[in-house]
T-cell receptor, first 113, second 115 residues
Framework: DQQVKQNSPSLSVQEGRISILNCDYT??????FLWYKKYPAEGPTFLISISSIKDKNEDGRFTVFLNKSAKHLSLHIVPSQPGDSAVYFC????????????FGGGTRLMVKP | KAGVTQTPRYLIKTRGQQVTLSCSPISGHRSVSWYQQTPGQGLQFLFEYFSETQRNKGNFPGRFSGRQFSNSRSEMNVSTLELGDSALYLC??????????????FGPGTRLTVT
């Protein structure tokens, strides 16, 4: 039972354009959502998070949107850069669960120069 | 500040053997979590330790166990290895454990191959 799903295994975008990565979840108890980026041979790196009481959070070129009614979140990267090419994971955490995260399967983003 | 370190980085074991993986968190971090990454199941939470106590456990059999020492370093052990245990094992450290979210910093992982 996959509680967090990333339905697009890969995404290709031109440099300078917007990258939109999507994530769906089924557990309505999740209260924090996070995005991680992963390069080969490295551990995931935290990008941005959002609490369930918000619907948008921005950090530089990265914006995360949360639609609780649709149980959907998305990560927007504007403008996309070749260095953004990596695998992106969304993750979610229920309340009273410390740092226990449930991850999606990941989306490989390729930004072409 | 040094990041999360994991040893060894690569390991080959035979079915039925047991293995111990080590994780040193970032200095000052007190919470350590372990994850298993496989192509089929993705990243799955194994367990989290804080103050030498297991706080959360994922849906893994009892062959998977762990512990945390007083200096926050952690080890995980897998007994009676199976082929399906072949995976990248990631350790993540964070400053504290609590209801709010604390940023987790991941190590590079230990690649375990079971033959």
């Amino acid at each position: 039972d996959q509680q967090v799903k990333q339905n697009s295994p890969s995404l290709s975008v031109q440099e300078g354009r917007i990258s939109i990565l999507n994530c769906d979840y089924t557990n309505s108890m999740f209260d924090y959502f996070l995005w991680y980026k992963k390069y080969p041979a490295e551990g995931p790196t935290f990008l941005i998070s959002i609490s369930s009481i918000k619907d948008k959070n921005e950090d530089g070129r990265f914006t995360v949107f949360l639609n609780k009614s649709a149980k959907h979140l998305s990560l927007h990267i504007v403008p996309s850069q070749p260095g953004d090419s990596a695998v992106y994971f969304c993750a979610a955490k229920p309340p009273f669960a410390g740092n226990m995260l449930t991850f999606g399967g990941g989306t490989r983003l390729m930004v072409k120069p | 500040k040094a990041g999360v370190t994991q040893t060894p980085r690569y390991l080959i074991k035979t079915r039925g053997q047991q293995v111990t993986l080590s994780c040193s968190p970032i200095s000052g971090h007190r919470s350590v979590s372990w994850y298993q990454q496989t192509p089929g199941q993705g990243l799955q939470f194994l367990f989290e330790y804080f103050s030498e106590t297991q706080r959360n456990k994922g849906n893994f059999p009892g062959r998977f166990s762990g512990r945390q020492f007083s200096n926050s370093r952690s080890e995980m052990n897998v007994s009676t290895l199976e082929l399906g245990d072949s995976a990248l094992y990631l350790c993540a450290s964070s400053l504290h454990y609590g209801d709010t979210i604390y940023e987790q910093y991941f190590g590079p992982g230990t690649r375990l191959t079971v033959t």
